[in-house]
């Protein structure tokens, strides 16, 4: 019985010992700033960094490094973009065919333009193939991705990158591959990361939204979502510095209040509203006043950016 009782009292010490050491190692690496989700996986918070966006409408943006050597949007529906109507803005010539964005983008002498593609439906799709194969036919340096079995699946976009002329081996990211949820893709100086969406689309693969490397900041591009509690885990994983969020409510996607709600959880430092006054289902050009109410209310510390289509913001991180 004394033997036993020595066994257990050696027991309970060791692993009190292994608790403290436990602790003690957390404790040490929170006092060596180490950033939550470093080392597993995760990414600390980028800093210092400088880029421009521009919103197009709808929920398309462009995003740029401040020499536009770097050039990223994020969905493609241009010239049929209907979001401009209702701001009374006049869609401008870079935006209202084929030929005048891809004059427009040349321009820039840019060394990489990125489409990222979050999903398949017409508001963000509309003017894809069109676009890509103008950019291609000008020599602009361009690539695109998205969830992998939309680029690469006979039944999702192959037949339709086949009948635009583009061979999606060569314009897509990852040899044709693009990425799936967790997966990466690059080019030029920057990267891309795909990440969930609670939405719909036409082919019936994933919705996704982006996690944006650019210009040494990382912004979350939503895509169409609803409101979802892992966007605290993607704030936790992937630090983003900026959300470019969807706000029109109606029958389609989370309104104001709720993307608020995911700017706080994705602890972002600053939100641009989009996805808001392009058709008559969702809200009106009210929206991004509204969002701004919310943001206030639910996370006064984020800075929010309030934009007319084709308003540009230069945003430091």
């Known amino acids: 019985m004394n033997d036993r009782k020595t066994i257990d009292v050696g027991r309970r010490a060791a692993v009190q010992g292994l608790l ?25 918070r980028l800093s210092g960094g400088r880029f421009s966006v521009r919103w197009l409408g709808g929920g398309i943006v462009e995003l740029a490094t401040p020499d536009n050597k770097q050039i990223a949007y994020g969905d493609a529906w241009f010239w049929s973009n209907a979001g401009w109507t209702r701001f009374n803005v006049q869609k401008p010539p870079e935006y209202s065919s084929p030929e005048g964005f891809a004059k427009y983008v040349k321009g820039k002498n840019p060394d990489a333009v990125f489409v990222l593609l979050t999903h398949d439906h017409g508001d963000h799709g509309g003017d894809y193939m069109d676009a890509l194969k103008a950019l291609v036919d000008a020599g602009v340096p361009v690539m695109t991705t998205g969830q992998s079995d939309l680029m690469r699946a006979p039944n999702g976009l192959v037949p339709d990158f086949k009948k635009a002329g583009l061979d999606n081996a060569k314009i897509v990211a990852n040899g044709g591959a693009g990425m799936n949820f967790g997966g990466t893709s690059r080019h030029g100086a920057m990267t891309a990361r795909l990440v969930p969406a609670v939405h719909s689309t036409v082919h019936g693969f994933p919705a996704a939204g982006f996690m944006l490397d650019i210009g040494g900041s990382r912004v979350y591009i939503s895509g169409d979502t609803d409101l979802f509690g892992d966007m605290k885990g993607l704030g936790e994983r992937y630090q983003p510095n900026v959300a470019i969020v969807c706000v029109g409510d109606g029958p389609f996607t989370m309104g104001p209040e709720e993307a608020a709600r995911a700017c706080q959880w994705l602890g972002v430092q600053h939100a641009i509203p989009v996805h ?33 289509p084709g308003d540009t913001q230069m945003i430091q991180t």
């Open 20 to 44: 403290a050491l436990g602790s003690a190692l957390a404790l040490g690496s929170c006092a060596s700033g180490m950033q939550p989700g470093a080392g597993t996986g995760g990414s600390a």
């Open 276 to 308: 808001y006054a392009h058709n008559p289902l969702v809200k009106g050009v009210e929206a991004g006043e509204e969002f701004r109410k919310a943001m206030a209310q639910i996370a006064p510390g984020v800075q929010v950016s309030v934009l007319k």
